[in-house]
């Protein structure tokens, strides 16, 4: 009963979340969004690990939410916006399978592959991108933060395992 309830909420979650997500005026998810990209990024950030982005534009797409963000690199900073002069690379992906990755429970590679990651534009700008994110380490963002995101991953890994495995 309770793995069936899990599955339910976790492939029907972005249609619920898709009206009041579209919502959501953009300076506060810019504000959301700055904010959680500094504290995963901290690091990166402070090495310059993403001078590779200065000049050029990532387009962050959640599909099944019709969401979507322009990302870029200046002044040492991340600057999100709502449009760009330009799309560079997009990584296009549902929200499940965007939380799953964050979470460490699917590869980025593996997702690609089966066409469930969009990465469209520049090859060497988004595998530049990938190798970055793939070099996160987790045990580096806030203990509440972390345990939320490992927890949220879990949770949606279980719901979208067939109901017979479930």
């Known amino acids: 009963m309770l793995n069936r ?9 972005p249609e619920l979340l898709r009206f009041p997500a579209r ?3 953009f300076a506060l998810q810019q504000a959301l969004m700055e904010r959680l990209l500094h504290l ?4 990166a950030l ?13 387009k962050i797409a959640i599909s099944d939410l019709g969401l979507g963000w322009f990302i ?7 600057l999100i916006a709502p449009q760009a002069p330009r799309v560079d690379v997009t990584f296009a992906a549902s929200l499940n399978d965007l939380i799953l990755i964050a979470g460490r429970k699917e590869d980025p590679d593996s ?4 066409r469930r990651l969009r990465i469209e534009g520049d090859t060497e700008l988004g595998l530049e991108l990938k190798n970055l994110l793939d070099s996160i380490d987790l ?17 949606v890994q279980g719901g979208l395992q067939p109901a017979s495995a479930a």
């Open 5 to 13: 309830l899990r599955r339910g909420l976790v492939l029907h979650a």
């Open 23 to 25: 919502l959501m005026p």
């Open 40 to 43: 995963v990024f901290k690091e």
């Open 46 to 58: 402070a090495d310059g690990d993403f001078a590779f982005l200065e000049e050029k534009w990532l």
């Open 72 to 78: 870029s690199y200046q002044g040492e900073q991340l």
């Open 111 to 114: 997702l690609f592959f089966q």
């Open 139 to 155: 045990d580096l963002l806030p203990g509440l933060l972390k345990r939320a995101l490992c927890d949220l991953a879990t949770f």
